[in-house]
């Protein structure tokens, strides 16, 4: 295939942009829809073409373009060029794939929205910048992407910019992206200093002619990449802005906040694996970040009433799986499960949207209930995401977990086993607050009263005045009580939900009889620089795999019975039990007061520095100050030397004669400076 | 006929003579004679800078171009010497470029006394002009000076409070104090080696023929670089800076910080004190990494729009001082790539400020909130200046700032990785000042100022303001080369090599903090016999002369 074709798989997106951007406006609703909708297919049909391309080719190998520099100085240089290589390949196809599925879910759910070209043009917008991220060839222009997607996160999760809560939540994003950023920048500047560029083929290469090479400034610059890894994928102590990220729209959340965008930092790990390979105490550093993530956010998400705040901390959760994954050195096993992800995860936040647009804004899930028969189809996909992020045996989420739990089990890293068992228990937390959600809006009796939210829809017609509404509103004004979603809404829903179910076969472990095909097609990008010391076990027993398996089956046995119980059987005991453990639920939903101590340590101290001692006292009193005792100093000696101008001719007569009697006296009594 | 030679005395010439035009223009009330003259002149100005990247060479041993070297006195040796090289010419040209821009900018905040504006301002394009395409020293100080009266005028007649007077007494002493001594170093360079012209004295600096007396020409770099230093401003040196930017007049703004003092930095303190300039480099890294994060700091915490856009200047301003003097290739292009971006930026953001205040009559932020809905167009210029002046990747300001921070990270001075660090920490605060000012103008509720006013979208006029800095700022962030690769022959020049610095010729003057065993092998080889003689304790020239008057 002709390579060139590589350029247009962003551009196409951005021309959408453009497009919809500066005419959308104008445009009927109809055109900016089959504007952003063309713009994400075309490059999906490339990715095809790319697809068939791989197939064909039986060796493994890469394909590269290069244009023009794009910065270009005496002993630096930086080009746009692009790269495909397997897990390029992996990436695009889940971007572009999920990508486009949820563009054609947005054009229902967005349907009555006002700002329905902006929201197009801003969605076009991230395919670009996301695209450029995985198609890069260098750290530069990965960056490029990696804040592009910022920029369109930031935009979207502000889209009802009316709303404080909306504005805060974007802001707070792009701010602690930057913060990760910062690391990042720091990381580039570090390899510049010492590799002289930043082409990934360059500085793998010059790290594979070293050997020897290991730990030192590498640790410093891959724990400066970790830093911006956990800012763009949400881990400690960078996540605090996914939760709040859910006030933009649930389209938005699916595409950016959990199939695409945060994975950028487990594949930018997995993208730099020659670095981290070098450097064990980073890679330790990942796991841990990784392990500490998955198990604190799971927990948060126990006690969340918000539905879409429980997918949200499961997306932090799951993120640390990835980390996880990466950390031990299995970093095919990462992106299965960032893929895996990228399926359940869009299926069921598209799902929760398809639930509140049946309840016409409703978020809360104590509010909801039996909703099985009234939304079918969202109930049966919903519940395909639920079973597969649980890890029902031969979902695509059990294979990805089951996976990554096997690699932490059997790698040499430090602490593995216990690395493990906080895997297992966040497993066993998975699948309980998955079900919780699962039974609490599906099960049970409903506990939402029509006749309110058939009222509710007209205050949502104009977002401007709906201000102060708490939730997002992204629903129909044109319907009445509870109802299913429309067919451009549901067969997505149901694509994703097949992917969801089947999407692990890819994958099957050689334990279970597989060939575990996604890792060998991985396997060039991962060896490509020579393999580092690998921390995985190559050959543990086939009954470890199975041993651990059945452990894990057992958690989600224990998961979906706990969740049984407690909200099915007997609905009162959840609510003895919050009673009975009072310290730790409110531990739990205060969510560990961990933005309340970001808060008091860190954002109120700079902003009392900034106002208080470097503008008050050093700016105004000391800079300022001092211009304007110099100014004064001048305006009094001035003063005086008008004194001296007085106009009376006698004074005048006395300066002359004090002068003339200084320098007699100075001629008189030898006072002789060298002149 | 070859242009070459005239271009840059056509370049000087043109607003000059335009401003001697403007004069004779009878003033009539509500006519928009002198708006439309203004505007032709700085227009045809414009195109006759567009004269110099179309015909520059950018061969590295080009030196200075279209020069043209006239006698003017002949003694003292004075002469209408003017050039431009790497360094200078997309200065000329960025300086074409925002006189248009800033005449459109004034089409309607200035009514009364339209004629003394616009005089005084073609008078400081000129003298902008002249500071950047001088080669003659004494010609150099003449246009120095001739900035400053303009200015101080202009804040002093159209600014906006009742502390207009006070900004604009502020603004010229802070400028005025330190280029008189400024004057007294030229004089005494002069006294020293017979010549103003700038490529002689180069030479001479390079051969180290100034002078044999090292304390005297540390003294006259430090005049020149504190004189340069108050203009840009180098923190802490800024306490004119807000004062003048909440008086100025939104066209005057636009030209009010940066570009003059730093390429005079450029060209003066590093073409004459190289090894001087070399030495103070770590101080100079130091204030400017603390400039960056100070600037940003407090930028966060006003209300004030003005000062918010003040202090967030600085910011910027720091970060070139911080890239220019880590004496890499990739700090001092950046930091002349980041002067020109600085500047666009800078001129959007306080053409924007004009637009709202314009509309609301105010520049609290309290006063405002929820615009977006009624401004599309605004808001959509706002998120991308703020876009550019964050440094988002693809836009102009990333590649400045890019390559000003790695070029910190590779420097020669001590403790530059410390610096670096706390210089990029400056990304983080950038974002989130820029970022509060969107939302608290343009988002959440409607403030109470917007009920009172009736508020309207982007004219015709704005929109041909806006929309060229918006366009430069993709294509200098996607096509930098175009730009870079006249600076970059500059950048090479005054970078070091590696290897080719190490601290020699100052050796006898910093032995404690500088204890190099190579730099001693090599002493011989490197500095000049008179010199290395002649340093052991003479007595300071300056105060010899200073006596003798």
């Known amino acids: 295939m002709n390579p060139n074709l590589l350029w247009l798989i962003p551009l196409l997106p951005f021309a959408g942009f453009l497009l ?47 244009s023009h520099p794009w910065i270009a100085i005496t002993g630096f240089q930086v080009n746009f060029a692009f790269t495909v290589d397997h897990l390029t390949l992996v990436m695009l196809s889940v971007v572009t794939g999920v990508g486009f599925l949820i563009h054609i879910y947005s054009a229902g759910y967005m349907a009555h929205e006002d700002g329905y070209w902006r929201f197009f043009a801003y969605l076009n917008l991230f395919m670009f910048f996301m695209l450029v991220l995985v198609l890069s060839s260098s750290f530069l222009l990965l960056f490029v992407g990696w804040e592009g997607v910022g920029l369109a996160s930031y935009l ?16 707070k994003a792009f701010v602690v992206n930057r913060i990760g950023d910062f690391g990042f920048l720091l990381a580039m500047f570090l390899l510049i200093a010492h590799f002289g560029t930043l082409s990934f083929d360059q500085v793998f290469s010059a790290l594979a002619a070293q050997p020897a090479l290991h730990g030192g400034f590498l640790t410093a610059i891959c724990l400066l990449l970790v830093v911006g890894a956990a800012g763009k994928s949400a881990q400690i102590p960078l996540y605090i802005w996914l939760p709040d990220a859910m006030e933009g729209p649930t389209p938005v959340s699916a595409l950016i906040h959990a199939a695409t965008m945060v994975t950028a930092g487990i594949y930018m790990v ?42 949200a901390y499961s997306t932090v959760s799951q993120l640390g799986y990835m980390f996880l994954a990466c950390g031990v050195g299995a970093y095919s096993a990462g992106i299965f499960h960032l893929m895996t992800h990228a399926f359940f995860k869009a299926l069921l936040f598209l799902s929760a949207g398809s639930v509140i647009h049946a309840l016409s804004g409703e978020q809360d899930m104590r509010v909801m209930g039996g909703l099985r028969k009234r939304i079918p189809v969202t109930f049966w996909c919903m519940t395909a995401g639920v079973f597969a992020i649980a890890g029902m045996p031969f979902f695509s989420g059990f294979f990805s977990k089951d996976e990554i739990l096997y690699q932490v089990f059997t790698s040499h890293a430090p602490g593995a086993k216990l690395l493990w068992l906080i895997g297992v228990t966040t497993a066993l937390l998975t699948s309980f607050y998955m079900f919780r959600l699962w039974f609490k809006t599906f099960f049970g009796a409903p506990r939402f009263d029509e006749r309110s939210l058939a009222a509710g829809h007209g205050a949502h017609d104009d977002h401007n005045k709906a201000a102060e509404a708490e939730h997002d509103s992204g629903q129909a004004a044109h319907a009445h009580g509870v109802h299913e979603s429309p067919a451009v809404m549901t067969v997505p829903l149901t694509v994703l939900a097949l992917l969801s179910v089947i999407g692990g076969f890819v994958g099957v472990p050689i334990a279970f009889g597989g060939h575990n095909e996604f890792e060998h097609f991985l396997d060039p990008v991962f060896t490509a620089y020579g393999a580092g010391q690998s921390l995985a076990e190559p050959s543990a ?87 304007g005792a110099a100014g004064g100093l001048t305006c009094g000696l001035g003063g005086l030397a008008r004194r001296i101008q007085s106009g009376n001719l006698r004074s005048y007569a006395g300066w002359i004669a004090a002068g003339a009697a200084v320098l007699i006296a100075v001629v008189l009594f030898g006072l002789h400076p060298h002149f | ?91 000329v040209v960025l300086t ?43 010609l150099y100080y003449g246009f120095w000076e001739l900035s400053l009266v303009p200015m101080a005028l202009l804040i002093a007649t159209f ?199 314009e509309r609301y009559g105010t520049y609290d932020m309290r006063d405002y909130g929820g615009l977006a809905a009624r401004h599309p167009w605004m808001i959509t210029f706002y998120v991308i200046t703020s876009l550019a002046a964050v440094g988002l990747p693809m836009m102009n300001g990333f590649v400045g700032e890019f390559l000003i921070l790695s070029g910190a990270m590779q420097s020669f001075a001590r403790h530059h990785i410390a610096w670096a660090v706390l210089g990029t920490s400056g990304v983080i605060f950038s974002a989130a000042y820029m970022l509060t000012l969107i939302q608290r103008v343009f988002y959440g509720k409607t403030g109470y100022r917007p009920d009172e006013v009736q508020g309207w979208d982007l004219t015709g006029r704005e929109h041909l303001e806006l929309w060229p800095l918006a366009a430069l700022f993709l294509v200098m962030g996607l096509a930098s080369p175009y730009w870079t690769r006249a600076i970059d022959t500059f950048g090479t020049a005054v970078a070091d090599r590696p290897q080719s610095f190490e601290p020699v010729h100052l050796k006898h003057m910093e032995t404690e903090t500088y204890p190099s065993p190579r730099a001693s092998a090599q002493h011989g080889a490197f500095v000049d016999p008179t010199l290395a003689a002649a340093a052991q304790g003479q007595p300071a020239p300056t105060t010899d002369k200073g006596a003798k008057y």
């Open chain 2, 1 to 91: 006929m070859n242009l070459d030679h005239a271009i840059l005395t056509i370049i000087l010439c043109t607003p000059l003579l335009g401003a001697g035009v403007l004069a004779l223009l009878p003033e009539r009330d509500g006519a928009k004679t002198h708006h439309i003259a203004a505007l032709a002149v700085t227009l045809l100005t414009f195109l006759f800078t567009l004269h110099l990247p179309s015909h520059f060479s950018a061969a590295t041993n080009a030196g200075f171009q279209f020069d043209q070297n006239l006698p003017w006195i002949p003694s003292p040796s004075i002469r209408y010497h003017v050039g431009v090289d790497g360094l200078s010419m997309w200065l």
């Open chain 2, 96 to 138: 074409g470029l925002l006189a248009p821009l800033g005449v459109l900018a004034s089409w309607h905040s200035i009514r009364a006394r339209a004629k003394t504006f616009f005089v005084l301002f073609l008078l400081q394009q000129v003298a902008m002009i002249g500071i950047f395409i001088a080669l003659d020293l004494f």
């Open chain 1, 20 to 66: 919809n951007g500066t005419l959308g406006r104008r445009l009927p609703r109809a055109a900016v829809t089959s504007i952003a909708l063309l713009f994400t297919l075309l490059p999906a049909l490339i990715v095809c073409d790319l697809w068939l391309y791989f197939k064909a080719a039986a060796a493994p190998l890469s394909l590269a373009v290069q």
């Open chain 1, 541 to 627: 027993p086939a009954s470890t795999a199975l041993t651990l398996t059945a452990i894990a089956v057992t958690c989600f046995l224990l998961g979906l019975l706990a969740a049984y119980m407690l909200y099915v059987r007997n609905p009162g005991r959840a609510g003895h039990l919050a009673q009975q453990f009072q310290p730790v639920y409110t531990v739990l939903d205060r969510k560990y007061w961990v933005d309340q101590v970001y808060d008091a340590l860190i954002v109120t101290p700079l902003l009392v520095l900034s106002r208080g001692l470097l503008g008050g006292l050093i700016d105004t009193g000391v800079i300022q100050g001092t211009g």
């Open chain 1, 156 to 171: 979207l999760i502000g889209f009802y910019f009316g709303r404080d809560s909306a504005a805060n939540a974007g802001k």
């Open chain 1, 270 to 311: 997995a993208r730099c694996h020659s670095l981290f390979d070098r450097s064990p105490f980073a890679l330790a550093v990942v796991a841990c970040i990784g392990a500490a993530t998955a198990l604190m956010s799971a927990t948060i998400g126990l006690v969340q009433h918000d539905i879409k705040r429980v997918l």
């Open chain 2, 159 to 357: 600014g906006r409070t009742e502390n207009r007077r006070r900004a604009a007494i502020k603004f010229f002493l802070y400028a005025f104090i330190p280029s008189a001594i400024l004057l007294v170093a030229i004089v005494w360079l002069y006294a020293r080696t017979g010549t103003f012209d700038m490529p002689t004295l180069q030479a001479l600096a390079a051969a180290h023929h100034i002078s044999p007396n090292n304390h005297a020409l540390w003294l006259c770099s430090l005049a020149f670089l504190v004189a340069f230093a108050v203009k840009v401003p180098i923190f802490p040196l800024h306490g004119w800076l807000s004062d003048a930017i909440q008086e100025a007049p939104t066209a005057a703004v636009m030209v009010l910080a940066g570009k003059l003092g730093l390429y005079s930095i450029l060209r003066f303190s590093f073409g004459i004190f190289p090894e001087q300039s070399r030495h103070i480099a770590p101080l100079l890294i130091a204030l400017g990494a603390i400039g960056i994060v100070y600037g940003a700091l407090i930028a966060l915490v006003q209300n004030d729009l003005k000062k918010l856009a003040a202090f967030s200047t600085l910011s910027h301003v720091s970060f070139i001082a911080l890239g220019i003097f880590t004496f890499t290739v990739a700090g001092v292009d950046g930091g002349v790539f980041q002067l020109l971006n600085e500047s666009l930026i800078g001129a959007a953001l306080f053409i924007l400020l004009g637009l709202l205040y």
